[in-house]
């Protein structure tokens, strides 16, 4: 299974948050580091819902800062970690190949919209 670039973004998102925290972020926090409006949680739910109905998470219904990285999801991102994204051959998604402009757009600190 692969990601689109606005997920594969997201779950970088949640790692980092976990690594430099030691607990998940909330919605607000990955909604922030997205750069998206306040009114933007559906979007947010959205890609949150597609990753762990794609098993790179796990959550708690009803629990705040309850995501967590399945070992599908820690492989994902190790599969990332420290590589330059080659701009003729790199795919992230079944809808997105990079291209030289979109690598460039993900090898920067990705804040804002994609």
Do not use: C, V
């Not at 976990?18 to 409006?37: M, Q, Y």
């Not at 762990?52 to 219904?61: A, L, M």
């Amino acid at each position: 299974m692969t990601l689109t670039a606005k997920q594969h973004y997201t779950l970088e998102i949640i790692a980092q948050y976990w690594n430099k925290n030691g607990f998940a972020p909330a919605l607000a926090d990955i909604r922030n580091e997205l750069g998206l409006s306040k009114n933007s949680n559906g979007t947010i739910i959205f890609r949150i819902n597609s990753l762990e109905n794609n098993g790179f998470i796990t959550r708690s219904k009803n629990i705040a800062r309850s995501i967590k990285l399945t070992d599908l999801g820690k492989k994902y991102l190790s599969n990332f970690q420290g590589k330059i994204l080659n701009t003729s051959s790199t795919t992230l998604g079944s809808n997105f190949k990079t291209d030289e402009t979109s690598a460039q757009i993900l090898n920067y600190s990705m804040k804002g919209r994609i």
